[in-house]
């Protein structure tokens, strides 16, 4: 009987320590510019939307300037709209995604709503296409009662000074197959457990949250990506990523005792993405495509329903 690893790193049962998390961490290779892509394409929309620096980075040998994009004529009488990007960095299309709505869309919601869009939460991780930080910490799960990962934590404290004020938040993700490759394996050998292999969701689907849970507002925004591209079915047991599926394309848990990015606001209305970008069924564009519908059917549901 085989007794190989399941991932090159680590020890069966055995957390991962600094010497695992070093190793990780030069497994990892720099294949794009967070500068080119996403710190110019924001410098780029000065002229119709402000600029916040609300942060900087230093990786290693590497420093990034954490940014976001703010309605210019911010009315504090107006509830906020927040379109976050990039928390886990390898999820292309949700960078894009708010990128593309920023540069498209935002300024349409002027004197209607304050919109605040981040693109990309996690610079470092979005440069060397992997979903943890430097430190192999998943920013993802640092919006709770655990805090260490400094993404989070940034984010965080730009957001505290809007507590109450969000209306709306949509956090924009996708599933690739390396979730099951490379992530899923990672993770259970850094944290000592046995792994589980994982089945991908085919197609577009949402994680609302449980604890403010608005069914309609989660069909209405499927609905509109539906006319992008394809929505993700429950599995042979009806669920999604192990959860049940309550409406097409919809599954909930709790995400703020998760320590998901969809929780950290309370906003009344909030949602998760997930596009599956590897289907034979779609293509990188299309799904850039669905996260921008997906915004924009969030918004515009979420202004009709203020009240």
Known sequence: ????????????????????????RDRQVRSRSYLSDVVEVVEALSDRLEIVRYGQLSDGDDTYPLLALKS???????PVALVTGGVHGYETSGVLGALRFAEAHAAAYAGRV????????SPWAYERACRWNY?????????????????????????????GQFLLHIDLHETTD????????????RDGKPHQPEVIPDGFYLVGNSETSRLDFQEAVVKAVAQVTHIAPGDANGRIIGFPVIAPGVIEFPVREAGLCAGVTGAKFSTTTEVYPDSPR????????AQVKAVRAALDFALDHAG
């Not at 304050?114 to 939460?121: E, F, L």
């Not at 390396?178 to 259970?188: I, M």
């Not at 293509?283 to 495509?289: G, H, L, Q």
């Open 72 to 78: 210019p004529s911010w009315n504090p009488a107006l």
């Open 282 to 289: 779609t293509n990188p564009t299309e799904c850039v495509d």
């Open 178 to 189: 390396t979730d099951a490759s490379e992530f899923g394996p990672a993770r259970s050998s």
């Open 135 to 163: 430190h192999a910490i998943d920013p993802n799960r640092n919006f709770g009662a655990h805090r260490e990962a400094k993404e989070s934590v940034a984010l965080i404290e730009l957001l505290a000074p809007f507590s």
């Open 1 to 24: 009987m085989s007794t190989a690893h399941f991932y090159p790193i680590g020890t069966p049962g055995v957390p991962w320590g600094t010497t695992e998390r070093t190793a990780w």
């Open 114 to 121: 304050n919109v605040m869009v981040v693109p990309c939460v």
